[in-house]
């Protein structure tokens, strides 16, 4: 096991990041003066990853929506009792949560982190499903997808998925859907833990007021040794065009909301964080206050402090989105292609690339104050396959240039999609 | 814990705190007011005005330029509200001069716009320059009328405007569309007048390094004001309605809303934390464990004590047919605490969550200004480690007799407005 020591040219802040003998990848940074322990257990099974196979499989096996986050509310629940009251011993907060390409288990505490490491290290590597606690849960996720559907933002994001995404699983809820996650049982959770909660598909990232050498001792002595499954995932073939540009839907809400984006060729590992970088550098110079779109929209009562954009990438897609309410949304799109296509003649402002360039910068250091942050900042790393200050370098390189090429190249009307939430009035 | 707190004004206190930890610098201006339906939006309107512009940054646009060349500096406002009291915030971050490229004074930069912002807003005539005041006023109208996008939100709102009605906790913190619509750009520069002459003000500066300047900048600055704060009753009771209230709305949800809130007159507000979080404030609370891991009903069902006005607030997401069961079982676990069905795990188990949060106090900038705003409010100067020991001393009596004091005031339900669910 080497420890390799990962620096930060900028800041020099710095963490160690090893390859543990039981395959598991481990990030530890020690951070002097905070009292906070955090740590993250990342699994790469996200809500995408529903087609599957390990070596020796010759076909690929295909589960339902939903499958990655209903695998993360059963593993709190193990033979003896519940995950929640073997934290609940030392005070600890715990938590978890699936993305589209990662689920996350994590804790918080001040006191204890080397019993709350073990359980952590324990429970993911002994899953207990039954007919009747996956039948239990399937209750209770029927009642947040329920909660979920009843969010404005939730809907208004899907379906703008819904209107790029031909094939993508990035279109389906995390959590699936109340049918799909009637088609899962034992059998099927037990498939899916056995392919993706492999120690060589997992990482663990923590930071605070810890001692590497105690963290390391207790990963010897709770991790069983693992062999690679090789697993492989496969998403759908997912063409370039975009299924519609226009979809609205009526709720019973007190403000519109609007997500307008364009699909974007997708790029993977250094080269995903550099377009993303580019991309959300992009976003933030169109929508800054400075600029004459904003003010004139601002001004017209069109947008308000809600409005802003991002970059929204992963494994097979990518997309720039401009969000917000706005009584008007037509009015948004409207002033962001003509803004965008303005930026394609001139280029953007070298004055205000700088600026944003800056105001990047900061962010990150911002982040470095939060033990939360940077033990995300190095599960990110593991799921995205890149270092962990990579990011604050890849700021600095940028170019102005680099910035016009994405607007010219990514940002094309033919593949804009305008999602519109609004009043049952309206 | 090393603050150092002084009085800049009658009724403004200044409180420094350096930690070599942080990359940060953070300064924190709360105001205390009266919660009054006849002023909520004009405040909350002039607070939103002090973090768009000032009178050498006289727009969004000049400002937000300006702090993005310091790094991205923020500078915000905030309106919350605390029992019967609106709580008005101002709040700027910057990152440490050492951290810098190219070694710049951002620190020096930052203080000028916070003041600036702060005694020199952008006016004209006797009001606040229009655009600015535009700006403010709409974003209050919308954050209004968009409070109804979050169910929950709404429910909880919903249920204390019920339980507090005819007191000022019942306000929104905002006021309504009505009254935010109805405030003039002069109106809303009287508010803000009117809050630097009567508001409590208390001032955080949490810092890596001793800005030295800090303080005497801010005095000088209150120096030219006329202060005549006013008194503020930080905690009031709530009357306990005479029988408890239901009310009910519809919406176009595809799930239903509960919440219940309970009222106390016992002063045991540590008894209360503890009795809350084993109730319902964690994942091995007896409502999670009952309500939603034993009977399936909801994903969430929570609980949260609010001090202010000594009362609970129990709230979850069920299907409408559940609702009589869901209640039902919240009552029972309530019972169980109210009959001394207390584990050693559950109480010991809840003095630990507040040992760990206690001590998390420290480690990001907010969390030491929460932490000595909390204590104003309170009107003690305890360190986490003395609170720490006073939990400990909370014995499982004093939370059985916290549980028994609580009487059911109000129940507030979320319909779906067609059928069983959408």
Redesign the interface.
Known sequence: MKKEIITSSLTGDSCVHLKHKSGLDIYICEMPGFSTVNAYISVKCGSVDTTFRTAGEKDFTTVPDGIAHFLEHKLFENEECGVFEMFAKTGAYENAFTADDRTCYLFSCTRSYQENLRILLSFIQNPYFTPENVEKEQGIIRQELQMVHDEPENRVFYNLLGGMYHSHPIKTDVGGTAESIAGIDAPLLYKCYNAFYNLNNMSLAIAGNINSDEVLAICDEVLKPCSDNGLETLLPEEPDSIVRPEIYQQADIGAALFNIGYKCTPASGSELLKKSTVASLAADIITDASTEMYQSLLDKGIINSTFGAEAFTGKGYFALMFLGESPQPEKVREALVNEIERLKREGVDEKLFRRTKRACYGDFIRGLNNVNYVTGLMSNSFIRGIGTYDAIDIISAVTADDINKFIITELSSDKLVTSVMEGMAN | MNIKRTELAEGVGFSELT??????CSVYIKFITKLDQSTASANAIASGVLSVSNSKLPS???L??K???????SLNNSVRKYGDMQLIGLSA???ADR?T?EGEDITGDMLNIVCDCLFHPNISGGEFES?SF??SK??IL?T?????????GHAITQAVSAAFRNEPAAVSVYGTKETAEAVTSAEAYAAYLELMRTARIEIYMISPEPITAAADQLKNCFSGLERCPEEVSYDSLSPLKASPETVEET?????CKTVLVFKSELDDQLAFYLMNNILGG???SKL??NV??KQ?????CSSRYMSSKNALLIDS???KSDIPQAEAEILRQLDEICSGNISE?EL??A??????SL??V????SSYASWMFDNFLDGCDDTPAQRWEMYRAVTKDRIVQAAKSLKLDCIYHMLS?EGE?Q
């Open positions: 930690d070599s930890k942080f990359k940060t969004l646009a000049a937000n330029e702090l993005s060349e310091l790094y991205g500096a971050s910057w990152i951290y490229l655009s535009s700006i709409n974003d919308d209004i009328s968009a409070e109804f996008n979050n169910k929950r919406a176009g949800v595809n799930q964690s994942s091995v999670f464990l939603r891991e399936s009903l909801c994903y969430y997401g069920v299907e795990q010991e188990s003095m630990l969550t507040f040992e760990n001590a998390s420290g480690d990001t900038p407005t669910s």
